[in-house]
């Protein structure tokens, strides 16, 4: 395999790690923990698991550990820095018992269930550490969730001798671990299992889990190319930039990549809900800005938009709503219709409210929101263009007022969607150390026979040195919700808080960022160099700790 100069130089990385992990560790317990609502239930469903305390370590004497097998999985979409949760796992083990060995489950949950394993050694993970990717074992999306598929891992756990397993996730792998060690404890089969917080959309947090990892690189990856097409932008001066950016369920990247490059505008999903805004408030919006810089002779700017707006505009959920439910009794009946009267047929067939914003719409996402169907015949969010959309219709907007003699600037689009770009780059010196330091946690967690526990690193703003390192029972973020027409336990996700610190800080400023050119260029990440340039981390954990 040929390697690139960077992945040679950083091949010699070493992670920081806490104080408390760098000898022996001490386990201290805290005070008994509940769910963050519908205890009652959760109670209920995790009798073994639930009410456990919190964990913090502590420097304490050296032990002698027992051997033992762990197994690892990667689970769910990529984030920068899984490679180093196994390098730190790979290593906590190893310190503890140099006989203890790793397996990892090939492309996720699936190759648990289908015995697909490697043995993971010193000379593998040596070729992983400091980079980007999950390619080491490669990930999966298979939810374990069925009593059978439980059985089958254990088979395998059993035949391997492997004592504990770590799944690294998000919020949904981290309720499938939180299920499996539940199982698997009541039935005492003496399987621990610890979960790792992941995903680079930053809504798995709480105030154990003060981030989770990938969320700091892949908002600085994007936040590189913001800041790059800002300087086109401001160099060209003729073109307004939509560009979208992941986060289906939460705009955390948006907003933070909004506080590091101070676009035009950035919208937030959870802000657009908040005021019941409809799609013509959010183009009027933005029609009103570009006026208003066209008047400063400026005919150009950057909207970022989050991935999963249009679920979060009140008049757009109640048309998808509705056309699901149309569609799902009357799909033959739309299909044998002529393309050109499908419009039309679809408009007739829908209550006024939803019939009138189904014709406000561009014809071609009109036709994408009863065509694409996921396999649950509902409609398919994330492909629509929302930046397309917008840009579209914020055009019409102004020509109508071009003729009504109320702008008199130039408009012109180009669309961006910055997705996959950011989810294997190579971790940020923060995410090297947290990570690995999540993976090191995890292995003390095991050797002191917990489960059901998440790798819980904090204090993230302090230098490496002082972060607190401990566990935090996944079932105290556990709350009920509808899925697929029934309640089940999920852990909860954290959208952005409109009274929080980074949401404050960027509603203060973006009157101006709208009317004056105030983009900010962040530049690519950097390994090297001093220590506030290398070792800075997310603006959004800089503003939550500020006293």
Not at 99 to 113: D, E, H
Request: hydrophobic share 40%.
């Amino acid at each position: 395999m040929t390697k690139s100069a960077l992945q040679i130089a950083r091949a010699a990385y070493q992670p920081k790690l806490p104080k408390a992990l760098k000898g022996g560790v001490k386990v201290v317990e805290g005070e008994p923990t509940q769910s963050v609502a519908d205890q009652e239930e959760i109670k209920k469903l995790f009798p073994n698991t639930y009410g456990m305390p919190l964990l913090k370590f502590e420097p304490g004497e050296a032990k002698e550990y027992a051997p033992m097998n762990v197994g690892v999985i990667l689970s769910g979409g990529q984030a920068p820095g899984g490679h180093n949760v196994i390098s730190g796992l790979f290593d906590g083990i190893k310190k503890m018992n140099p006989a203890n060995k790793l397996y990892g489950f090939i492309l996720g949950p699936g190759g648990l269930v289908d015995h697909k394993y490697m043995e993971l050694t010193a000379d593998i993970i040596d070729e992983y550490r400091n980079t980007g990717g999950f390619d080491i074992i490669g990930s999966g999306r298979t939810k374990l969730e069925k009593e059978d598929q439980f059985e089958k891992g254990y088979e395998i756990l059993k035949e391997l001798g492997i004592k504990a397993l770590v799944i690294i996730g998000g919020d949904d792998s981290n309720t499938n671990a939180c299920v499996l060690a539940e199982y698997y404890a009541a039935k005492n089969y003496g399987i621990q299992v610890i979960g790792c917080p992941k995903t680079i959309d930053g809504d798995l947090k709480n105030e154990m889990i003060e981030t989770s990892f990938g969320f700091d690189t892949a908002c600085k990856t994007y936040s590189e190319m913001i800041g790059n097409i800002e300087r086109d932008c401001n160099s060209s001066r003729k073109y307004w930039h939509f560009i979208k950016l992941m986060g289906r369920s939460a705009s955390h990247i948006a907003l933070e990549c909004a506080l590091q490059t101070q676009p035009s505008i950035c919208l937030v999903s959870e802000e657009v809900e908040a005021k019941g805004m409809s799609l013509d408030d959010i183009v009027t919006y933005i029609a009103n800005a570009v006026v208003a810089r066209a008047a400063e002779g400026n005919n150009f700017g950057t909207v970022l938009i989050p991935e999963g707006l249009i679920e979060f505009i009140p008049a757009m959920k109640k048309l998808i709503a509705e056309l699901n439910d149309f569609l799902a009794i009357h799909s033959d009946e739309y299909a044998a219709i002529e393309p050109n009267k499908q419009r039309e047929y679809i408009i007739n067939n829908l209550s006024k409210e939803n019939a009138d914003v189904y014709a406000s719409l561009p014809e071609g996402v009109a036709r994408q929101l009863t065509l694409d169907r996921d396999p649950h015949g509902n409609v398919q969010v994330s492909l629509i263009e929302t930046e397309k959309l917008l840009s579209e219709m914020v055009g019409k907007k102004l020509a109508a007022w071009k003729a009504e003699g109320k702008y008199t600037g130039k408009f012109s689009a180009q669309h961006h969607f910055f997705g996959y770009e950011g989810r294997c780059a190579a971790p940020s010196n923060f995410d090297a150390d947290y990570c690995y330091s999540l993976g090191y946690t995890a292995a003390v967690l095991m050797a002191n026979g917990k489960t059901g526990y998440m790798s819980s690193v904090r204090n993230l703003t302090a230098p490496a040195e002082e972060w607190i390192a401990g566990g935090v029972p996944i079932t105290m973020m556990m709350n009920m919700e509808r899925r697929h027409g029934e309640m089940k336990p999920v852990i909860q996700k954290a959208l952005v808080k409109l009274d929080g610190a980074p949401f404050k800080a960027f509603a203060a400023a973006r009157e101006t960022w709208a009317k004056e050119t105030s983009f900010v260029y962040p530049g690519p990440i950097q390994y090297f160099g001093p220590t506030e340039v290398c070792d800075q981390t997310t603006k959004t954990l800089q503003l939550e700790h500020q006293k």
